[in-house]
């Protein structure tokens, strides 16, 4: 069975900071609990996979693990397994010897540093009086999270990450922490490059780090295309019959929003400049949770049903 991939499970983006996936994993895991769904073998499987999930990407170092593995395994194609783990997983070995030559490796490494085969393996010699571009290592790409506050004061933050270093006649996996400084007004999604950070290329250049910057907005809200999207958590009869709730912006700022009669769960109202840094929010109705109801609401209820609603 194809295993599927862990951030649509989670139902989040792969630009979501690591604060956003565990509020998400917290909000399905209770939606499919086997507690909340007895006897529901479809609720049962659906955890069981909600879990399997966050073990995947639910903390930094689990999820950078799997980001590289899958950047790697992407280099090698679907079915590749260039070094023994599965799906083409290079963090399985410590170190590759590429001192003795083979067409087999020659071929790998091609793939993995874009050119240029392996000493002793029968590659083409450069000529350095040519002036030929060396073949580079692939780049890595490595997610940073930071809050609201950090991103408008900016400062440097550390991240670690797994690289290829060339080692002799031998490639090895190390894992690097570096820091990076972040200007003052940073937008979610901006790349910064550091150069010569990635993997090595035994005969070349070394790729390249690419730092994605994910702005966490905290609890009920999160990033699309760039937009940022807060849950406006409404009572089911407040959708139906409309009314007035209470928001709390991410400015700080609050006040009574309108709610039109028969609004749907998933309806979004967009408020112009009301988002983060001056950019536009869009408020997202969901259906608020309720806990234990009262005895008036629970014979009100019953009431609803036996009309047909």
Avoid: C
């Amino acid at each position: 069975m194809v295993e599927r991939d862990p951030y649509s499970v989670l139902g989040v983006n792969k630009g979501a900071s690591d604060a956003e996936i565990k509020r998400s994993f917290r909000k399905k895991a209770r939606q499919f609990h086997p507690d909340r769904n007895p006897d529901d073998a479809t609720a049962e499987t659906k955890f069981k996979e909600v879990q399997a999930a966050y073990d995947t990407i639910g903390t930094a170092d689990s999820r950078r693990n799997f980001d590289q593995k899958q950047q790697m395994s992407n280099m090698f194609g679907a079915g590749g397994n260039s070094f023994g783990g599965r799906g083409g997983n290079p963090f399985g070995e410590s170190q590759f010897n590429f001192g003795g030559g083979g067409r087999g490796m020659d071929d790998i490494f091609g793939q993995m540093f874009g050119g240029g085969g392996m000493p002793g393996g029968g590659a083409r010699q450069r000529n350095p009086a040519s002036h030929q571009q060396l073949p580079k290592g692939a780049d890595i790409n490595v997610g940073i999270d930071i809050t609201m506050d950090e991103a408008k004061e900016g400062g440097k933050f550390p991240f670690t990450f797994k690289r290829f270093r060339k080692n002799g006649n031998e490639m090895e996996t190390k894992t690097t922490t570096l820091k990076i400084t972040i200007a003052a007004d940073a937008k979610h999604g901006q790349i910064k490059r550091l150069k010569g950070q990635g993997h090595d290329h035994p005969q070349g250049d070394t790729g390249d780090v690419l730092i994605v910057i994910r702005i966490d907005a905290g609890e009920g809200t999160y990033w699309e295309d760039g937009i940022l999207v807060q849950e406006v958590s409404t009572p089911y009869s407040t959708l139906v019959l409309g009314g007035k709730i209470k928001v709390k912006l991410p400015s700080g700022k609050s006040g009574n929003l309108s709610v039109a009669a028969n609004t749907q769960i998933g309806d979004r109202r967009r408020m112009v400049g009301a988002g983060f840094d001056g950019g536009d929010l869009d408020l997202e109705f969901v259906l608020q949770e309720n806990g234990q109801l009262t005895s008036a609401q629970l014979k009100a209820l019953e009431s609803l049903q036996k009309s047909g609603l």
